[in-house]
């Protein structure tokens, strides 16, 4: 296990910010994460996975740690699932299409997730239709004080929108080591959500596969949100902000072409991509395509902000202070950042 001093994180974060880390080292099982956590005694530490939903804004004055524990292992199955475990430092797309040549359902419609399978019940990851926590069984995570392993059930986890306990209550104090999954052995299909069917049907699908969902997904997504490794990125942005049914009204009385989701409390979630696409600097298309230097608001997915190169975490986060600001006093609704931000 390598220690290295003031090293670039650049190639550790998707938006591509170059800052400085004063200490930096990876991990590849909990022992050597144990010895990590005696050499920083009490010093700050910020864990890495695949480095997608962070924003550096400055350099780090203490210790970044990258996960790296790794392997895939099939744990059981009953007669209508199959257990499996994967460690905290796989790659998430590369683990959907791992269990889809297996033939294990439910990953399907989260395929081409940036990051890594320990970031996933960190915030609950989801995308058409479907999230984290309907195919989670159980995580091991390591307390970084008590330096002692916990198993979490999906009740301790508080899983949210975009929300875990280890977002909220148990920040910190946490490192997840793997996550195990409950996949099916027949496949239930979700694809009544936004595209999926009509890129189905443009795929000229006419068995339905857990490989053609995937396929359909991996479409739409390449369509519609820039590929990391071309421009810095880290998915949306904002989260999409829920408002009372009242409000709702009021917004779509004026605003009749605004689009929102009824949850299951009674709450409107707002696509928050349409209130920042109808509000800012352009007339037909608000925020959507703006550019200021090398940071912008991407072109065909408002909810993302880009680095087109040499953008400083600064310039990202003074945009999305912008965008925020403009978004509540047109709409007086308040978008709240998803991506963490340093
Ligand atoms: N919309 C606009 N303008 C835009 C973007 C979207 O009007 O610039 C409207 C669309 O017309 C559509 C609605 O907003 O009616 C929803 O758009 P989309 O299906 O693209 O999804 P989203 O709500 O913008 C969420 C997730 C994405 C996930 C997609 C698909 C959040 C914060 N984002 O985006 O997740 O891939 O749904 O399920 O919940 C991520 O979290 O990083 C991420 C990319």
Redesign the pocket.
Known sequence: MQIQENISLRQYNTFGIEVYAKYFAGFSNMNELARLTEQAHKDAVIVLGGGSNVLFTQNINGWVWKNNIMGIEELGEDNSFVYVKAGAGENWHRFVQYAISRNWAGLENLSLIPGNVGAAPMQN?????VELKEVFNSLEAFHLREKKVHTFTAGDCHFGY?ESVFKKELKGEYVILNVSFRLRKDPVFHTT??AIREELDKMNITSLSIGAVSQAVINI?SS??PDPAVTGNA??F???PSVSKKQYAGLKEKYPSI?GYENADGTVKL????L??HSGPSEGTGW?GYREGAAGVHDR????LVNYGGATGREIYELSKQVLESVYSKFGVTLER?VNVY
Not at 301 to 304: C, E, Y
Request: hydrophobic residues 40%.
């Open positions: 990851i989801g995308a058409y239709g975009r959500y936004g997504r519609k949100l998915g949306s904002f989260k999409n689009v696509a928050a991509g349409w920042i696409e959507k997915q408002a909810l993302v998803e």
